[in-house]
């Protein structure tokens, strides 16, 4: 089974919020906008 290699995730995630100049929360929320739009254009809730 493969393994997650979450430092690779982690290190993708910050070096995209740093080109940006983002704060983790300035990142966050733009996550969070984004699953908003997603799920709302999927007209139900993943959960």
Known sequence: MPVFD???FF???DSGRRE???SWYEFADELWQQ???LN???NDHPL
Request: aromatic share 14%.
């Open 6 to 8: 979450f430092a690779a």
């Open 35 to 37: 699953s908003s739009e």
């Open 40 to 42: 709302a254009h999927r």
């Open 20 to 22: 940006r100049g983002l």
């Open 11 to 13: 290190d993708a995630f």
